[in-house]
């Protein structure tokens, strides 16, 4: 550009013999000139560029305010960020951008030099890996559908005979239904959780009593706990707890833990849901507390039980940790999982009291 400050004047001279995407702008956004590698890739001439509004770069992908914003940031010392570049013909290509300010003799800030890095290549490697990540998703979501389904309806299948032969009395007639029934809920269970997992629904938070939504939770797994012959135990506050939750869901958290803990038992094992207050300076909480019996998970897999797709149990998807911390997430709480060292385990579901509570 002409009649440019003696010291930008040699600065332009020796950006053209640099290979990166550079160009200078003045205090106001102007641009003072383009390299020719900035000028080859937007595909515009130096006469068509100079001068020109530094919005010309990022037409609509930028509003006024972010340019103003830019521009602040990179006088005050520099500005660094991804930004969407256009071609003279319309097309764009993402850029990485960091800038820099040139001062005069006196301080005062004679121009801002950016430099430019396509990463188009970076954004369309990252495309592909998430592809690749979806399709795998996808596997592996098929395949443990298929088989969890699969599984059930043999079982099914098999009690359905049975009971069309007509050769069993009255009691296996009852054990080959409950059978029947039970593993129809655990279908029902999974593709709960297949379902929650996939599209998560937006929780209906109203007051409750917090015993009443456990009790809810601990029916729906009671065909389970039934089957492995698991002994429940309660230990609860002699005064219902108030709690803002979605009823559903919070109760679907409490099946979820109490059928993984009957899964892990061997038959007879115990089962014990503690509910306690836990007063903090900030507010109060209510934990539900599930402890089981049974074997207990190594320490070293106990900070990954909440990962989508964890599990120990080839049969299995893993999803049922994992919805649980979400839940308790969208409700304000948390999910903890701890294994004591004598055995068993300990999920711990805790939602905080409603301020009108007790």
């Known amino acids: 550009m ?31 000139h383009a390299n020719r590698p900035t000028l080859c890739a937007l595909g515009y001439q130096a006469e068509e560029i100079e001068g020109r509004s530094m919005q010309l770069l990022f037409r ?128 029902e269970l999974f593709l709960r959780n297949m379902e929650g997992y996939v599209h998560p629904p937006e929780p209906r938070f109203q007051e409750e009593n ?22 429940l135990c309660r ?12 009823r559903r869901q919070f109760a679907q958290a409490v099946t979820q833990v109490v059928q993984n803990a009957s899964e892990a038992l061997s038959s007879g094992g115990e089962i014990h849901v503690v509910v306690k207050r836990q ?13 089981d019996n049974g074997p207990g998970v190594a320490a070293h897999l106990q900070g990954r039980v909440f990962e989508p797709f964890f599990t120990t149990d080839p049969g299995r998807i893993g999803l049922g940790l994992s919805n649980i911390w979400r839940i308790l997430a969208l409700h304000g709480g948390s999910a903890e999982l701890s294994s004591p060292p004598g055995g068993g385990v300990v999920v711990v579901l805790r939602v905080p009291e409603t301020r009108e509570g007790v």
């Not at 917090?210 to 002994?231: F, H, Q």
């Not at 007063?279 to 599930?290: D, F, I, K, N, S």
């Open 235 to 246: 230990q609860y506050p002699s005064r219902p707890p108030n709690v803002t939750v979605d």
């Open 210 to 231: 917090l015993l009443e939504v456990i009790e809810k939770g601990l029916e729906d797994a009671r065909p389970l706990l039934l089957s492995k012959s698991v002994t």
């Open 60 to 187: 609509d992908s930028l509003r006024p305010d972010q340019i103003l914003r830019m521009k602040e940031v990179a006088l005050e010392g520099g500005w660094r960020g991804e930004v969407l570049n256009y071609r003279k013909d319309g097309g764009s290509f993402p850029v990485f951008l960091e800038t820099g300010l040139v001062r005069g003799e006196s301080g005062e800030p004679l121009a801002v030099v950016a430099v430019g890095r396509d990463i188009s290549e970076q954004h369309a490697f990252q495309e592909r890996l998430l592809v690749e990540a979806k399709l795998g998703t996808l596997g592996v979501l098929c395949r443990n559908l298929t088989h969890e389904i699969r599984n059930r309806l043999s079982a099914i299948k098999m009690s359905l005979y049975m009971l069309q032969s007509g050769e069993d009395d009255g009691a296996a007639e009852s054990l080959h239904f409950s059978i029947a029934r039970e593993e129809l809920d655990r279908i």
């Open 279 to 291: 007063p903090l300076p900030e507010r109060a909480w209510w934990r539900v507390e599930v402890r």
């Open 2 to 32: 002409k009649h440019l400050p003696h010291p930008l004047s040699d600065l332009v001279q020796a950006l053209d013999s640099i290979p990166a995407a550079i160009t200078v702008f003045d205090a106001e956004g102007r641009i003072l």
